[in-house]
C-alpha cells in the first residue's frame, strides 16, 4: 500500500489533501503532517490542505495547528492528487470539490466505511491516521521535520485519550517514539490541549452533577442551549461524553447535545464492554467499535438508543 501511494504522489504535481468538518487532533494532526512531510520531500510540489481555522478557533487544539490553510480554485484539482484523511464517508469531507480530483487516495482508521477513493487506505485497528501517517513516512523514508513530528503526535495524543484507549498497541508507541526523536516538547503539547478556562470546568461541573447513571450506562442529554448560559461554544459542548465514562461502574456512555444548525441531536457513544458502532449505525451514525457518534431527533428516540444500551 505504502509503494502504491507513493506513486501516486511522486506522479502528480498538485496533492490536495482533504479531512473532516469540525476538525479533531487527529484530522488536523494527519492532513498538517502529512502536508510539512510532503513539502520537505517534494520542495516543487504543490501541497495544498483544504479548510479553514474558524472550524476549530474555539477548540484547544488552534494553540497547536497554526498554519493557515490554502487557497484551493477548481484549476488546481485539474490532473491532482486528492488525499483525504481521517474521514469514512463523503458527506464528512471538508471541501466539496474533492471529487475532482483524477486520482482520490482515502486514508483512514473508522470501522464504517463509505468507498470514495479509487485507492483506499484502512486500518480500523490502528489508533489513528496521525499513526498511519507516521509509519508511511518512516517505512518511505521521508524526513520527518520537528513540526510534522509535533502535529502527528497531537493527532495521536488526542485520538489514543493519551495513550489510554484500547486501540493503543505497542507499534502506537514506536510510532510516538520515533516522532519524539525529531525534538517536539511533550509538555507543550499538554499544556496546549489543557487550555481550559473556568466556564468550561463549571459546565464540567454541571453535567458531572446532573448525569444519569444506571444499569451500568451513564446518560446525559443537554437541556438545548445550556452551555451558552456557561459561555461555552457548541463544538467544545459537544465534544464532553468522557465526562460520563470518568468513573469505573460507567460501561457505556450516551450523550446528546442539540445542534441547533442541523435541528438534530449530536450524540456520542462510548463502551468499556461490549461494541456499541451497531448502535450508532442504526442511528444515522458510526465510527469505531467503542467509540462512535450518530444524530438523534428528538428524546424519544435517545431513550430508544438508551435501552438498546442497557440491553447489551
Ligand atoms: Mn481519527
Redesign the pocket.
Known amino acids: 500500500m505504502n509503494k502504491q501511494i507513493l506513486n501516486e504522489i511522486k506522479k502528480h504535481k498538485t496533492i490536495i489533501i482533504h479531512r473532516h468538518q469540525k476538525p479533531?487532533g487527529?484530522?488536523l494532526g494527519s492532513q498538517l503532517g502529512l502536508k510539512e512531510i510532503l513539502i520537505k520531500k517534494f520542495p516543487d510540489k504543490n501541497i495544498i490542505a483544504v479548510g479553514n481555522r474558524k472550524e476549530f478557533d474555539k477548540h484547544s487544539i488552534k494553540n497547536i495547528f497554526k498554519d493557515n490553510f490554502d487557497k484551493v480554485t477548481i484549476n488546481d484539482y485539474k490532473g491532482s492528487l486528492v488525499i483525504v484523511v481521517?474521514t469514512a464517508n463523503i458527506e464528512r469531507i471538508q471541501g466539496e470539490e474533492f471529487f475532482r480530483g483524477e486520482t482520490i487516495i482515502k486514508i483512514d482508521?473508522h470501522k464504517t466505511s463509505e468507498n470514495f477513493g479509487n485507492i483506499e487506505w484502512i486500518e480500523s485497528n490502528t489508533s489513528?491516521?496521525s499513526e498511519m501517517i507516521a509509519r508511511f513516512a518512516r517505512q518511505s523514508k521521508m524526513e520527518i521535520t520537528k513540526k510534522a513530528a509535533e502535529y502527528l503526535l497531537t493527532g495521536i495524543i488526542t485520538?489514543t485519550g493519551k495513550f489510554m484507549f484500547n486501540s493503543v498497541k505497542a507499534e502506537t508507541f514506536e510510532e510516538a517514539m520515533y516522532l519524539s526523536k525529531a525534538g517536539v516538547k511533550i509538555s507543550k503539547i499538554a499544556n496546549a490541549l489543557n487550555d481550559r478556562n473556568i466556564n468550561f470546568i463549571r459546565l464540567q461541573g454541571k453535567i458531572m452533577s446532573d448525569l444519569n447513571f444506571s444499569k451500568g450506562v451513564s446518560y446525559y442529554m443537554m437541556p438545548k442551549g445550556l452551555h451558552k448560559k456557561y459561555s461555552i461554544d457548541y463544538n467544545t459542548a459537544s465534544s464532553l461524553i468522557f465526562i460520563l465514562m470518568g468513573f469505573s461502574e460507567a460501561n457505556y456512555a450516551l450523550y446528546a447535545t442539540y445542534d441547533s444548525k442541523n435541528g438534530h441531536y449530536k450524540a456520542s457513544l462510548r463502551s468499556r464492554k461490549k461494541p456499541i458502532v451497531q448502535i450508532a449505525e442504526e442511528h444515522n451514525g458510526g465510527g469505531h467499535e467503542m467509540a462512535a457518534g450518530l444524530k438523534i431527533k428528538n428524546k424519544k428516540e435517545f431513550e430508544e438508543v438508551l435501552s438498546k444500551l442497557k440491553l447489551l
Open positions: 479533531d487527529d484530522a481521517d482508521h489513528s491516521v485520538d
